[in-house]
Nanobody, 123 residues
Framework: QVQLVEAGGGLVQTGASLRLSCAAS????????MGWFRQAPGKEREFVAA????????SYADSMKGRFTISRDNAKNTVYLQMNSLKPEDTAVYYC????????????????WGQGTQVTVSS
């Protein structure tokens, strides 16, 4: 029903910035809370950030606070993740996800997932 497509990943050096985007189709985007997660090799999928349907409420994992910013543009059916001061430990595949429930740091809360975009940060 809902398709999510991430873009904007790449290979950067420590301290660089990237902006990821997630374009949604096939549903009513403004009805969903949205989240970003990441998964590094050998690790569990990890919560990064989330945003309410209105954009007024956001949440971040501790390691991302002050460096990452989640935002959304409902008119464009798109959610963004601005990543600054990137570190090698940020290297992962980044996924966006949508939930008809309120956002959570639990992957089980989300109903739809994108295919992921690779972010690699070299030291």
């Amino acid at each position: 029903q809902v398709q999510l497509v991430e873009a904007g990943g790449g290979l950067v050096q420590t301290g660089a910035s990237l902006r990821l985007s997630c374009a949604a189709s096939g549903g009513t985007f403004s009805s969903y809370d949205m989240g970003w997660f990441r998964q590094a090799p050998g690790k569990e999928r990890e919560f990064v950030a989330a945003i309410s349907w209105s954009g007024f409420s956001t949440s971040y994992a501790d390691s991302m606070k002050g460096r990452f910013t989640i935002s959304r543009d409902n008119a464009k059916n798109t959610v963004y993740l601005q990543m600054n001061s990137l570190k090698p430990e940020d290297t992962a595949v980044y996924y966006c996800a949508a939930t008809l429930d309120s956002y959570s740091d639990d992957v089980g809360r989300y109903d739809y997932w994108g295919q992921g975009t690779q972010v690699t940060v070299s030291s």
